[in-house]
């Protein structure tokens, strides 16, 4: 299965308020922020390769690690979410150009040319990525393959085409997600990001940390809080009701 190139497949569950990262002051933000990060990336170090990760989260294995296990660089991120993984999940399942966007600054992204719309919407004809299928991130960009799927807790995306032999390869990457039950009754969102490259200039845009670090660490955070601020949005009637009313 493959979403469509630049066409919005998603039916009517995008209605809803306008999302954070429209208009041209958001574009401004975002584009400020990542010249900061590519600017600041010599003082800051690993440590935003590590946001919002708590204990030894950063470096535990994850489901999906196996797909690039020898990566050239990662990252792993974590957000702490007031509901449970079923009420995250849709918002996982549903991500990709021609689907449900990625919540972030979709002016920005849009002057790229990524064609996206975030939804603050669940779409049901989005719900059930299966093996196979195939995620674009950008209609001009090779898309990401779903390796692994097992609701609501686990989702890993795999870059295509993913041969290093070949030369015509992008570089290898991974997009996993991980949800689980938080020590205080939540939720934990992780993902986690593995690259791979060849010494190919099309390769290292692709795959290689710099620059795409400084771009990860500016879209990467806000998509992580923008799906919790969506799901504890969802959950709030339900964790509001008595016990065993859920």
Same mark, same amino acid.
């Given at each position: +299965? +493959?979403?469509? #190139?630049?066409?919005?497949? $998603?039916?009517?569950?995008? !209605?809803?308020?306008?999302?954070?990262?429209?208009?041209?002051?958001?574009?401004?933000?975002?584009?400020? *922020?990542?010249?900061?990060?590519? &600017?600041?990336?010599? *003082?800051?170090? @690993? !440590? $935003?390769? /590590?946001?919002?990760?708590?204990?030894?989260?950063?470096?535990?294995?994850?489901?999906?690690?196996? =797909? &690039?296990?020898?990566?050239?660089?990662?990252?792993?991120?974590?957000?702490?979410?007031?509901?449970?993984?079923?009420?995250?999940?849709?918002?996982?399942?549903? %991500?990709?150009?021609? /689907?449900?966007?990625?919540?972030?600054?979709?002016?920005?992204?849009?002057?790229?040319?990524?064609?996206?719309?975030?939804?603050?919407?669940?779409?049901?004809?989005?719900?059930?990525?299966?093996?196979?299928?195939?995620? =674009? *991130?950008?209609?001009?960009?090779?898309?990401? /393959?779903?390796?692994?799927?097992?609701?609501?807790?686990? *989702?890993?995306?795999?870059?295509?085409?993913?041969? %290093?032999?070949?030369?015509?390869?992008?570089?290898?990457?991974?997009?996993?997600?991980?949800?689980?039950?938080?020590?205080?009754?939540?939720? /934990?969102?992780?993902?986690?990001? #593995?690259?791979?490259?060849?010494?190919?200039?099309?390769?290292? %845009?692709?795959?290689?940390? =710099?620059?795409?670090?400084?771009? !990860? =660490?500016?879209? $990467?955070? +806000?998509?992580?809080?923008?799906? @919790? @601020? $969506?799901?504890? @949005?969802?959950?709030?009637?339900?964790?509001?009701?008595?016990?065993?009313? !859920?």
């Amino acid at each position: +299965m +493959m979403a469509g #190139r630049g066409v919005d497949t $998603r039916g009517p569950g995008h !209605r809803g308020a306008s999302p954070p990262g429209v208009g041209v002051l958001a574009a401004l933000e975002g584009a400020a *922020l990542i010249v900061w990060n590519l &600017v600041a990336t010599p *003082l800051v170090g @690993r !440590r $935003r390769l /590590r946001w919002g990760t708590v204990g030894t989260e950063a470096g535990d294995a994850l489901p999906g690690d196996e =797909f &690039v296990p020898e990566p050239k660089w990662s990252y792993t991120l974590g957000v702490s979410i007031d509901a449970s993984p079923q009420d995250v999940w849709p918002w996982i399942a549903q %991500l990709g150009q021609g /689907r449900g966007g990625f919540y972030t600054y979709q002016t920005l992204e849009n002057l790229v040319g990524c064609k996206i719309i975030n939804t603050t919407e669940v779409l049901p004809d989005h719900q059930h990525p299966a093996v196979g299928e195939t995620i =674009f *991130l950008h209609p001009a960009a090779p898309p990401m /393959r779903v390796e692994v799927v097992d609701p609501p807790n686990v *989702l890993v995306l795999v870059g295509s085409p993913a041969d %290093l032999g070949d030369e015509e390869s992008w570089g290898m990457s991974t997009w996993q997600f991980v949800v689980k039950h938080g020590p205080d009754g939540g939720g /934990r969102l992780l993902t986690r990001g #593995r690259y791979d490259y060849t010494p190919d200039w099309k390769s290292r %845009l692709a795959c290689g940390r =710099f620059p795409l670090v400084a771009i !990860r =660490f500016v879209m $990467r955070p +806000m998509m992580l809080l923008e799906i @919790r @601020r $969506r799901a504890e @949005r969802d959950a709030q009637p339900l964790l509001a009701q008595p016990a065993g009313g !859920r």
